[in-house]
């Protein structure tokens, strides 16, 4: 069986394979969208394809919608030469659940691949095209929060983003450069309205695309690329809005034993590639069964019925809800627990550390004893119902290979929103977070890490942190295994706000995170001793 358009033919062979394909009018909707296409996604790796295209396909199924989506890939075009065309944009789609079940369905909603290269008179034409369509609704992201950066650290521009600003919008290369020359085509045909929707897996990623746009818009007004209309047609929330989102499904890695089953089950060409980009991709997409999408349901030409297909439809204060519950307290919190002490002890799986009795009870009182007296509830989906999925379904799933290596990745910058927030609402509750033992326990175990030295008194190495040397230089002189060495060298860390957004011995916590260091560093074990002592009261079996 070939995943092609005519390859979907073959409608008994997909069923004995165990395959569900489209039921409705694939080349129908494909010369539609063509014709009046409603919407556009920049970003067509993984998420967009085992996710998004996914809530369109559902819509097509039930007849709420007849156009597809517009795949524009800004970055990666070997995407669109090994992935898109030679399986007519079809895209098919592995459900991984924990009891190691699998789900496949071919996901057929994606009309259209281009690539969004201004190099390319063709593909740039056909792109202007669709953007200047009256039938346009909606343009969507997932590029990365990095494809919303305009500057570096020092303030000055890319140097690639400064020659976009430089030469305009004639030939643009990034993302917000390319976005931002397609609007402008729009307004300057007429100025009809769109919705630029990010759904990126970042804080308020509406204002940083629409702060990119406007901040590449003002550029070339300066130079005489654009002109003051532009400028208000981007800033007109009639017009052009940039509406809010929160998303989250995890979509890892194509695997390499599923491509080798589906080819053993008769899907041919199955295997991953490697693109000159370094994108590791694979004709179909292997994912975790949950997904959320929560958008602000601000749409100035209209939009699908993206909440027949699961998505909740909201305010701007509801999606900051959401995200503020998933971030401080339902998901991301337990993450980074997982991550330093599973860094600590040896693993590198979060599923297999879930299989451990202690780490597994320090996230249920993480999450589920200590957060929920403070979650933020956003009303629209319930924090216990989301909290006990991650703890009992998402993070013990093995089909879902993620390792705590890659998580412990820059916790400097995130304890403060995973840690800071729930600890500053029990200050603001009860004056004080002495009522709190495990998240103590957490930041004391990511003090531990820090001294790249496992349980066993092995070294090992850190994972990247930009404020790794500072950190380090604080805690000099201290020697895990040898608790004589310690001297007061956590102060500096745990009473920093800039770290927390909160002084912990102001909180009342400072002390006991102290203690906890002091007893994981005792010696060889020594780190699991403390974790027993603390949790021996919740373990399971």
């Not at 809800?321 to 971030?327: D, G, L």
């Amino acid at each position: 069986m070939n995943l092609t358009h005519t390859g979907l033919q073959e409608r008994q062979a997909w069923k004995k394979a165990g395959i569900e394909i489209p039921s409705y009018d694939r080349a129908a909707m494909v010369k539609k969208t063509k014709e009046a296409p409603g919407w556009v996604h920049f970003g067509a790796g993984n998420i967009f394809r085992g996710f998004i295209a996914g809530l369109q396909d559902a819509l097509l199924e039930e007849g709420l919608a007849d156009t597809g989506i517009i795949a524009a890939e800004t970055f990666d075009f070997d995407i669109m030469d090994k992935i898109y065309e030679p399986f007519d944009d079809l895209a098919l789609l592995i459900t991984l659940k924990a009891d190691g079940s699998t789900e496949k369905k071919v996901i057929a909603s994606i009309a259209e691949g281009v690539k969004a290269d201004s190099a390319d008179a063709q593909e740039w034409e056909r792109l202007r095209t669709i953007f200047i369509s009256p039938s346009l609704q909606m343009v969507s992201f997932t590029i990365t929060e990095k494809g919303y950066a305009l500057k570096g650290a020092d303030g000055t521009y890319f140097p690639f983003v400064q020659s976009d600003i430089d030469n305009g919008p004639e030939h643009p290369a990034g993302a917000m450069a390319v976005v931002c020359a397609l609007l402008l085509e729009r307004y300057r045909q007429g100025a009809a309205p769109l919705a630029v929707v990010s759904m990126d897996n970042c804080s308020h990623n509406g204002e940083k695309l629409q702060n990119s746009i406007l901040t590449m818009a003002e550029e070339w007004k300066k130079k005489g690329f654009a002109d003051d209309g532009f400028l208000e047609y981007l800033k007109n929330e009639e017009k052009i809005a940039f509406p809010w989102s929160m998303i989250d499904k995890i979509t890892p890695r194509p695997s390499v034993s599923l491509a080798e089953q589906l080819e053993t089950d008769g899907v041919a060409a199955m295997q991953p590639v490697i693109t000159s980009k370094r994108t590791y991709i694979a004709p179909f997409v292997n994912a975790e069964g949950p997904q959320y999408l929560v958008i602000e349901d601000k749409f100035p030409a209209g939009r699908p019925a993206l909440e027949k297909a699961g998505v909740y439809m909201t305010d701007r204060d509801t999606v900051n809800r959401v995200e503020r519950m998933k971030v401080t307290t339902c998901l991301n919190p337990l993450h980074t627990a997982l991550a330093v002490y599973g860094c600590i002890l040896g693993y590198t799986s979060i599923a297999e550390e879930m299989k451990d009795p202690e780490l597994r009870a320090l996230v249920e009182k993480i999450g589920l004893t200590e957060g929920m007296p403070v979650v933020t509830d956003p009303k629209i989906l319930s924090p216990e119902d989301f909290v006990n999925e991650v703890i009992y379904d998402r993070l013990p799933n093995p089909f879902i290979p993620d390792a705590p290596q890659r998580i412990a990745s820059d916790t400097s910058q995130k304890v403060g929103i995973r840690y800071g927030e729930t600890i500053k609402s029990y200050v603001e509750r009860y004056g004080d977070a002495k009522k709190l033992t495990f998240i103590p326990l957490a930041i004391a175990g990511w003090c531990r890490y820090l001294l790249a030295v496992d349980d066993e008194l092995n070294p090992f190495e850190l994972s990247a942190d930009p404020m790794i040397p500072e950190l380090k230089g604080w805690l000099q002189g201290v020697e895990a295994g040898k608790p004589e060495t310690y001297a007061g060298q956590l102060k500096p860390i745990l009473s920093n706000e800039n770290i927390f957004g909160v002084n912990l011995y102001d909180a009342g916590i400072g002390s006991l995170t102290e203690a906890m260091f002091l007893e994981e560093i005792a010696g060889a074990g020594a780190v699991r001793e403390t974790l027993r002592k603390y949790l021996q009261h919740f373990t399971r079996s």
